[in-house]
C-alpha cells in the first residue's frame, strides 16, 4: 500500500469527494478518485469505507490492478481471507510478474494453513525476484511450521547471506538448531540477532532456554532477567526464570533465598496472567520442594481448575498426596494422569509396602 502524498488523509479524503460528486471528469479520473480516496481512509484506519471505494474503482476499470491489491489487503485486515486470495487473483491475471501479490497471498495461504500453497508462492516471489530476503525467510517460517527443519534452516541461511543484519533470520534459524538439538550453534545465531536487535526481549528468552538445555543456568537466569528488565510485563520471562532458580539444583530442595526468588517470580507470573494454569502449577511444584504441602494442594487445584487437561498437574498433585500418606487421592490423580499402573505401584512402594493399584 505505498502512495505519496503531502496531504493529510482527511485532506486527500475532502479532495477526491470533490471530484467524485461534481462528476466532470473523465471516467478513469473519478476511478483514480474513488481508489486515492480509499486510500484516505485506509490511513483512516476506516477500512469498510476503503473496500467501497475500491469496489467503485474496480466497477469503472476493471483493471484496476492497485484497487485489487489493496482491496485483498483490506479483506486480510478483516481476516475475510477467501476474498482476500480471489483479489490476489485478479491482479496476477492483469500482471503476471506482480511480486506483492504472490508474496501477500503466500501470507494468506499461510495464515489459512495451506502451506504448499504458501510455499508455491514464496517460490514464485524467489523466481521473480532472487535477491528478495524477505521471500527466503518468509518461506523458511512456512518450512519450519511443516517441521522441514533443514529447508527452513537453508531458507534463513539465504535471507542471512542476502542481508547479514537481519536479526529475525537469525533468531529463527537459532530456533531451527534449538529444535535438532544444536544448542551451542542456537545461541552463536540468538547472539548474532542480538547484536543487531538488542532491544528484543524475546531473543533473550529463547537463548536462556537453550542456556538451560545446555545446564548453564547462571546464564540463563542473566539472560532472563534481562528480558524482565526490558519487558517488566514478561510472564515468560518470570516464568522461565523461576523454572531455572529451581532446575539449577535438579529440582532437590532450594535453600530458602532460592525458594523466594522462584517463589516471587511465580507470583509475578499470576499477577500477569491469573486465569493460567501454569503459574499456578508450577508455583506448587516449589510449595513442595520445601515440603509446604498444604499450599502445594492449594496450587495444583487452582491449576486444575483452570486446565483440567493437564496430566503433569494430576501427576505433581499425585506425588504431593503420595507424601501425605493420602493414598486414595494419590491413586485417583494417577490415574489421570494417565501414569502406567505398574510406575505408580512402584512410587507407592516407597510409602506402602500393602499399596497396589487395581
Known sequence: MNSRNIYSPKTQEIACTQVIEKGDREPLDIATAHFKRGFSYINQKSYDRA???FDSAIHINPNYLK????RGIMYSYQNNLDRSI???EQVIKIDHQYIGAYNNRAGVYFAKKEYHKAINDYSKVIELAPSNYKAFYNRGLVFYRQKKYEKALFDYSKAININSEFALA???RAKVKSRMRRFEKAIADYNQAIRIDSKDANAYILRGSDYERLRNFKQAISDYSYA???NPESSKGYFKRGRAYMRQNDFKPMDKSEFNLALADYNKVISLKPRKAHGYRNRAEAYASQEDYSN???????AIDYNPGDIVTYYGRALVYSELNDYQNAMRDFRESGTHLDT???LYELHSSNMVLH
Do not use: E, G, H, V
Not at 67 to 70: G, V
Open 51 to 53: 473496500i467501497t471505494d
Open 67 to 70: 484497487a485489487y491489491f489493496n
Open 86 to 88: 480471489q483479489d490476489y
Open 170 to 172: 537469525y533468531k529463527n
Open 228 to 230: 524482565i528488565k526490558l
Open 296 to 302: 502445594a494442594i492449594r496450587d495444583y487445584n487452582t
Open 344 to 346: 505408580a505401584n512402584k
